[in-house]
């Protein structure tokens, strides 16, 4: 069966912070003009960790918390591939042509201006628009997004401001407090003794950011519904 017309945008996504957020809503404006689908294709797990296990950069958003946050940007669909070996030895005009154009009707591509896929990273601002006039799909580059201060937003800054605790700064970017989600888990009891509710979580995954030790403010959202917090990390 072949797949609706879409206009489609590829990336890791770490974080989907504003310079991500601002990509997926030129995906979905240009979607909705031309009443194609607006499709997202993203990677699990990060191509960091299969390209260079040691040198992988902790994920700011992992499994569902991604998934999550780019629900909530009006896209009609998300296709998350497992990376792998032999993806990434795929070159970027057969991931175009498997993935793209045969799986998800891509008429239109929305890339960021550094953005990168394919072995070796060869499709990008340069290639891809001679790829699309080859093949038959338009190309559009999505510049760098800088914040007020004229800063340049991007997942790596994030990460160094989480590592330095500059928790207000990576909020900024992200356009939202930063995020962990767990699995509440049995804990000592002590905040009982005390008449103080404590949730426990299991532990994030080991990829996962986190900010230095220490106590923060937070907000928790769970069954019982969100709810100021104490953080103790």
């Not at 504003?18 to 191509?47: D, I, K, W």
């Not at 928790?167 to 000592?188: F, H, K, Q, S």
């Not at 950011?209 to 907000?219: E, F, H, K, N, Q």
């Amino acid at each position: 069966m072949k797949p609706p017309e879409s206009v489609v945008t590829v990336g890791s996504f770490d974080g989907v912070h504003l310079g991500h957020q601002l990509l997926v809503r030129e995906v979905c404006r240009r979607a909705a003009a031309q009443s194609r689908a607006a499709v997202l294709v993203t990677f699990e797990p990060h191509p960091g960790s299969v390209l260079s296990p040691a040198d992988a950069p902790h994920r700011l958003t992992v499994g569902v918390e991604q998934r999550e946050i780019l629900a909530e940007l009006g896209l009609d669909r998300l296709l998350v591939l497992r990376f792998n070996a032999a993806m990434a030895a795929m070159s970027a005009e057969q991931f175009v042509r498997t993935v793209l154009l045969q799986r998800c009707g891509m008429r239109e591509l929305v890339i960021g201006v550094d953005a990168g896929f394919g072995r070796g990273r060869g499709g990008d601002s340069r290639t891809l628009p001679l790829l699309g006039a080859r093949l038959g799909f338009d190309v559009a580059v999505v510049d760098t997004m800088r914040d007020d201060q004229g800063e340049v937003i991007s997942s790596s800054r994030i990460r160094q401001a989480l590592r330095t605790g500059e928790l207000e700064r990576a909020a900024r970017w992200l356009g939202r407090p930063y995020r962990i989600t767990g699995t509440v888990v049995p804990g000592a009891g002590r905040g009982r003794e005390l008449g103080i509710h404590t949730i426990n979580l299991d532990g994030p995954p080991p990829e996962k950011a986190l900010p230095p030790d220490g106590v923060y403010a937070a907000r928790v959202e769970w069954g019982g519904g969100p709810s100021g917090a104490m953080l103790n990390q």
